[in-house]
């Protein structure tokens, strides 16, 4: 079935520091992928998506990839802020799959000033 | 409402116990999905609601749960006989449907058995 496999944490980095979070996937057709951040005591927020092989996803300065050769979607940001310390979620779902979300584990981001 | 709004957004329960966790989603999204969310993992799908009807709810883990979604819009969770391993947050996400797929989630119910 679907699957998403996602960069373990935690990740801690300083502030204007550069941000790669991994993220590949296995699925059947062709999914859409999603990255989710859910901020200390609050919901799961869409942080950006793409839907379509080489779309680029962004959003507060994270960009992601949607790379089909690679099967993957990793998340990145040039410089991060403190205000970026929260989990993130890397996730697809699939027309054919009743569109429900498949996640990955989730990785958390402590960013320290 | 602005957004999906879930109620209550704490419950205690002693193990062997019946439940039931509240979803309202935002208004006229068709497409209605229910989650689980254990401590340090990523949420895991349990049933999907198109209008009224459970168009799929092949990760409702036992048949202690079951959820409803009379009238194609507020959606009831309801667990049967409690068990501690049930202890997690249970979200509940809206999603306008007609092939706009992008779910807007609440603030989920964090369910604690005791």
């Known amino acids: 079935g679907d699957s998403v496999t996602q960069m373990e944490g935690p990740v801690t980095l300083s502030e204007e520091a550069f941000l790669t979070i991994n993220c590949t996937y296995t699925?059947?057709?062709?999914?859409?992928l999603f990255w989710y951040v859910q901020y200390p005591g609050e919901g799961l927020q869409l942080l950006l998506k793409a839907t379509k092989a080489d779309d680029k996803g962004s959003n507060k300065g994270f960009e992601a990839t949607y790379r089909k050769e690679t099967t993957s979607f990793h998340l990145e940001k040039g410089s991060v802020q403190v205000s970026d310390s929260a989990v993130y979620f890397c996730a697809l779902n699939n027309a054919g799959n009743n569109r429900k979300l498949i996640w990955g584990l989730g990785t958390s981001l402590a960013v320290n000033p | 409402g602005a957004g999906v709004s879930q109620t209550p957004s704490n419950k205690v329960t002693e193990k062997g116990k019946y439940v039931e966790l509240r979803c309202d989603p935002i208004?006229?999204?068709?497409?209605l999905y229910w989650y689980r969310q254990s401590l340090g993992q990523g949420p895991e799908f349990l049933i999907y609601f198109q209008g009224t009807g459970a168009a799929d709810d092949s990760g409702l883990p036992n048949d202690r749960f079951f959820a409803v979604r009379p009238e194609g819009s507020v959606s009831t969770l309801k667990i049967q006989r409690t068990e501690r391993g049930d202890s997690a947050v249970y979200l509940c996400?809206?999603?306008?449907?007609?092939?706009?797929?992008?779910?807007?989630f609440g603030a989920g119910t964090r369910l604690s058995v005791l």
């Open positions: 699925a059947t057709g062709y999914p859409s």
């Open positions: 208004s006229g999204h068709t497409a």
């Open positions: 996400a809206s999603s306008p449907g007609m092939g706009k797929n992008i779910q807007y």
